[in-house]
């Protein structure tokens, strides 16, 4: 459109002057500011409506970015405009932009459109927007969105962000699909920060790939009357996913960063500090996080139906400790995490966690967790029996050296397999628990031993009974009799040589089949044993 050295714009736009005042502010790369200096009057969200002195038409920000001028001599062209009510409909699509571009405090007519777009760096902070459609973006640095409001839905799929994505204190509505952002097969390379987001509709990252940490501290994430709040199953984030708190700068939730990187602005909770919160389900399923999965100071609202799903997860830790869902279910199937960071307070009770398959190394409790409280949080999770659970408890105390209580958990696992037992295994399951307790505590087998060869030898002291053969028996010796009757196997010429009679006899016979029965026990226990070793 213009010729070397040429920098005047043609005159069939017949530029207004707050165009030409973006014109001539883009040749020497400074800042064109619309403002009027009322706060109240230059909120991009406000209900004042703005005049023809801040209207640039959507055509004319399209030429100066495609086709714009040279630069002033000595300098170099950028788009930054602020405080400008832009016209019509803002379309680059399929357009490479190399300028510098910047929006702020802007105020859209109608949606932006920026698919298979190129830009270098695009920063629009706290605009309002209708709608962002940007399926494909491609840009070589950053992408930053904070604090802008778009009342129909972000579209990102299979945007390629060669920095940093910025959606701080973002408020996005949901478009005609339910969905807030749509960020399939999204690719960031470094950061994605969107602490203190508000998305109201589904926010999909399916197969998105994070470079290096993804933040939603302190967001609001509102689907109540959809599936999922967020769905993010295949994410891959090669550090840490932050579910956390977030505050203002200089608080103890800040994430340091500076604006408009970081929060700048009151939330719009009215706090200087809020917790992650999500209304409606969540769906991590099959994620990889090279460091860390966070969920500290959050709050999960779920209906019954409902679910907070982890199923399948990699990463190296998996810090549990948010508030404790009170309906909907928490989904742990098939995750493999190293460390487990949790607190008692944060699992939900019977029926709400569903963790067949989950495998873990080291535990690694916040505040009071004692045994009984985590045998709790097994069965919890087993409202059906399934060994896996247990075995898994048990295996991760010895790791650590805690062999007494990994034998408390294997005896409570016994405990229950036994309740889905017919009568007669469920008797002898009783029998075992009552004398030995399945093994785990063989030194019952001695006490027991001991209080019967008491009662053995007391009785047959009174009541000895008569020889078999006379002549032919040893001397008799009513703590050997006791004492032969007892032991199953080990032969101390006693029990054969007399003839018990009458009470006598029954006495005998309780004796033998008590020995049975402990050496039984005993023999099964050390089995158990000798298979875990």
């Not at 569903?354 to 080291?362: K, L, N, Q, V």
């Not at 399951?429 to 087998?445: C, E, I, K, N, S």
């Amino acid at each position: 459109m213009t010729e070397p050295g040429e920098g005047d714009a043609p005159a069939d736009l017949q530029l207004t002057s707050a165009e030409w005042s973006m014109w001539q502010a883009f040749r020497n790369g400074s800042t064109c500011d619309l403002h009027i200096g009322d706060p109240a009057r230059d909120d991009p969200h406000g209900q004042h409506l703005w005049g023809p002195e801040r209207r640039v038409r959507a055509r004319v920000v399209a030429l100066l970015l495609l086709e714009g001028p040279v630069a002033q001599p000595g300098r170099v062209s950028a788009l930054k405009l602020t405080g400008a009510y832009i016209t019509d409909t803002l379309d680059l699509a399929g357009g490479t932009i190399k300028p510098f571009v910047e929006l702020r405090d802007c105020r859209f007519e109608a949606e932006v459109v920026l698919p298979e777009s190129r830009f270098t760096t695009l920063r629009m902070v706290n605009c309002a927007i209708p709608r962002l459609e940007a399926a494909r973006l491609q840009t070589e640095g950053d992408l930053h969105l904070p604090r802008c409001v778009v009342q129909n839905g972000i579209r990102l799929t299979d945007a390629h962000i060669g920095t940093d994505l910025m959606l701080n204190q973002v408020m996005a509505h949901k478009d005609r699909q339910g969905r807030s952002i749509m960020a399939d097969g999204l690719t960031v390379a470094q950061d994605l920060q969107a602490e203190m987001l508000e998305s109201y509709g589904e926010l999909s990252l399916r197969g998105a790939t994070i470079g290096v940490s993804l933040s939603l501290r302190g967001s609001r994430l509102s689907n109540p009357f959809g599936r999922r709040a967020l769905n993010a199953p295949q994410l891959t984030v090669e550090r840490t996913l932050h579910l956390t708190a977030a505050g203002l700068a200089n608080s103890p939730f800040s994430s340091g960063a500076t604006p408009p990187y970081g929060i700048a602005h009151t939330p719009s909770r009215g706090t200087r500090m809020q917790r992650f919160e999500c209304e409606g389900g969540m769906r991590l399923d099959d994620g990889r996080f090279g460091d860390a999965v966070d969920i500290e100071h959050a709050r999960f609202l779920m209906e019954s139906d409902q679910e907070l799903s982890l199923r399948r997860i990699q990463t190296p830790e998996l810090r549990f400790l948010c508030e404790r869902p009170q309906r909907g279910r928490v989904i742990l199937s098939g995750a493999r995490v190293v460390n487990l960071v949790d607190k008692s307070a944060s699992w939900p009770g019977l029926g709400g966690l569903w963790m067949a398959g989950f495998a873990y190394e080291t535990l690694i409790p916040r505040g009071h967790f004692p045994l009984a409280l985590r045998l709790q949080w097994v069965a919890a999770a087993t409202p059906e029996y399934a060994p896996e659970p247990y075995e898994m408890l048990a295996a991760s105390l010895r790791a650590s050296g805690e062999d007494a209580d990994a034998r408390e958990v294997q005896l409570a696992k016994q405990r229950r397999r036994r309740e889905t037992l017919p009568l007669a295994a469920k008797t002898w399951g009783v029998l075992q628990d009552w004398t030995v307790a399945y093994g785990y505590r063989p030194g019952r087998a001695a006490v027991w031993m001991a209080i019967l060869w008491a009662i053995g030898t007391v009785y047959f002291s009174e009541n000895p009974p008569p020889p078999l053969k006379a002549g032919e028996t040893p001397p008799w010796n009513p703590y050997l009799y006791a004492l032969d009757l007892l032991l199953p196997v080990i032969d101390l010429n006693q029990g054969a040589a007399w003839k018990p009679g009458g009470g006598a006899q029954w006495v005998a016979a309780v004796l033998i089949l008590a020995g049975w029965v402990l050496a039984t026990t005993v023999a099964a226990g050390a089995s158990r044993l000798l298979r875990r070793q």
